[in-house]
């Protein structure tokens, strides 16, 4: 599987700042969990999508968040 033309740097950088609103997401037109993911983070006043936004991190540090297409986000 060949690794998608999406930056890691941009895509870490997106979610270390804005991934509990789902623009890490929205980078990787990723737009229904993305749009979930910032209704998630709004509804809860955002002590919820702390959660989420941490797994995605971890996703990203490790090499396993994928774009839409199942194309992986590496270094």
Do not use: C, E, H
């Not at 895509?11 to 229904?32: E, T």
């Not at 797994?55 to 839409?68: F, G, Q």
Request: hydrophobic share 55%; no cysteine; proline share 3%.
């Amino acid at each position: 599987m060949n690794p998608t033309p999406k930056s890691w740097s941009t895509l870490f950088l997106l979610s270390l700042f804005f991934g509990a609103f789902g623009i890490d997401r929205f980078y990787l037109d990723k737009y229904g969990t993305g749009l979930l993911k910032l209704l998630v983070s709004i509804l809860s006043l955002g002590l919820l999508a702390w959660m989420w936004w941490l797994v995605d991190l971890i996703l990203i540090l490790t090499n396993r968040m994928a774009d839409k297409s199942g194309q992986l986000v590496t270094k």
